[in-house]
T-cell receptor
């Protein structure tokens, strides 16, 4: 069974702090995506990574796909209250998607 | 442009009642997914359609659940009879997958179901 483990499960920080959340698996994936879900809303895609070692930046967010395509990290610099939400990673193989349980982030003003 | 539209946003019903959730995907998207989200199990894929045809329904919990997609602009997820353990947020998502990579899923706002 393919699993995606996300850590930490919960994170509460102050505005301005930096943080990193992780998405790990023992399986190799052809692609990996990060979504953010705000309360009462559906998940929204942040980024897709497909190449081992790939790094993508989206303003204050930096995403990295592991060299072996088994894991990924999301780093947020100078977190803001608007970053609050559930961060979900999802990995794909042959159009089957495996979802992690997510990291619930709260950024306090 | 309108996104994925789901209805109802909230549904409270009693055990044994029939529940029908509705979804209108984004025009031009040929894949439609139904997901269920709970705190304990996260997002679970129930079923997905390609060009209105059900492709994989292995995630449907049991015979009480059924889904249809009569045309490209409408899908329903029905639970009959409903049970308290069906309480969850049900999401519909659509996408236009390209090639072998994973396409972007566009989610609706979800239908929060509470079965008493």
């Amino acid at each position: 069974t393919q699993l995606l483990e996300q850590s930490p499960q919960f994170l509460s920080i102050q505005e301005g702090e930096n943080l990193t959340v992780y998405c790990n698996s023992s399986s190799v994936f052809s692609s990996l995506q990060w979504y953010r879900q705000e309360p009462g809303e559906g998940p929204v895609l942040l980024v897709t990574v497909v190449t081992g070692g790939e790094v993508k930046k989206l303003k204050r967010l930096t995403f990295q796909f592991g060299d072996a395509r088994k894991d990924s990290s999301l780093h947020i610099t100078a977190a803001q209250p608007g970053d609050t939400g559930l961060y979900l990673c999802v990995a794909g193989n042959n159009r089957k998607l495996i979802w992690g349980l997510g990291t619930s982030l709260a950024v306090n003003p | 442009d309108a996104g994925v539209i789901q209805s109802p946003r909230h549904e409270v019903t009693e055990m044994g009642q029939e529940v029908t959730l509705r979804c209108k995907p984004i025009s031009g998207h040929d894949y439609l997914f139904w997901y269920r989200q709970t705190m304990m199990r996260g997002l679970e894929l129930l079923i997905y359609f390609n060009n209105n045809v059900p492709i994989d329904d292995s995630g449907m919990p049991e015979d009480r659940f059924s889904a249809k997609m009569p045309n490209a602009s409408f899908s329903t997820l029905k639970i009959q009879p409903s049970e308290p353990r069906d309480s969850a947020v049900y999401f519909c998502a659509s996408s236009r997958l390209r090639g072998r990579s994973t396409g972007e899923l566009f989610f609706g706002e979800g239908s929060r179901l509470t079965v008493l």
